[in-house]
């Protein structure tokens, strides 16, 4: 049993390499079967038979800034693979939060990143974030994805959650969101900007939204890099 577990965990490892396209193909089944168990278990926590697609990851990706050090959160992670992307791309002194629910997926993505530091897998909900923000001491986020069916969500609980998200990020910071529909744009009015693409290259195809909180804090604008910074100061 020892053995086989170590083996199943050197498979997600090899699967965190996006790089390595031979190793990922080897244990590609595994995810499938642990994707397709929990979306029949739980079809509208879940919200779609397959993770996301290669392409859509790399797209979703490309929305960040990874130049400096940065604090990401990410709400219902799956399998994790955004957070595997997400993680290879980001700086040794980053931060990645990941919120997930589902208790298999949550356990696997412990597995996942068991070995990695950066990353912090919080089995719960996702309106937790301010909470574990702090016992972090950790200001705000540079950067919230999301790949939650919030159209499932009540429209109090939605609404809390947009208000919660706006709120954990830095000035300028963005929540990045990939859903079937884009209803959500007219619910996330916090946000001072906001910007969509339809992404064919998935099964099913993806709304990419991308808002955006605005740069000034109380009148005063601040450049990216002190953001985080900015974000620590206020929360303290």
């Given at each position: ?9 050197q ?5 965190s ?25 739980r079809?509208?926590?879940v919200?779609?038979?397959?993770p ?24 219902g ?29 949550s ?31 950790i ?23 947009l ?30 900007h ?8 998935n ?34």
């Amino acid at each position: 049993m020892v053995a086989e577990n170590r083996s199943h965990f050197q498979c997600y490892r090899n699967t965190s390499r996006l790089d390595n396209a031979e190793r990922r193909d080897d244990c590609s089944h595994l995810v499938s079967v642990l994707f397709l168990k929990r979306f029949l278990q739980r079809p509208f926590q879940v919200a779609s038979i397959v993770p996301s697609s290669k392409a859509l990851v790399e797209r979703v990706a490309r929305k960040m800034d990874f130049s400096q050090p940065r604090v990401i959160a990410e709400y219902g992670p799956g399998e994790g693979v955004h957070s595997r992307e997400i993680a290879r791309r980001m700086s040794p002194d980053s931060h990645l939060l990941l919120f997930e629910l589902d208790p298999a997926f949550s356990h696997d993505l412990a597995r996942q990143f068991a070995r990695d530091q950066r990353v912090h897998v919080i089995h719960g909900d996702a309106a937790r974030l301010p909470e574990e923000l702090g016992k972090r001491g950790i200001g705000c986020c540079d950067y919230i994805l999301s790949g939650i069916p919030f159209s499932i969500l009540k429209i109090d609980k939605k609404r809390a959650l947009l208000q919660k998200t706006h709120d954990a990020l830095a000035p300028g910071g963005s929540f990045i969101i990939y859903q079937v529909t884009n209803e959500l744009r007219q619910h996330a009015t916090f946000f001072e900007h906001a910007e969509s693409e339809y992404f064919l290259q998935n099964i099913p195809p993806m709304f990419i939204t991308v808002f955006q909180r605005s740069q000034s804090l109380n009148g005063r604008e601040y450049p990216a890099a002190q953001r985080t910074l900015v974000g620590a100061h206020r929360s303290a």
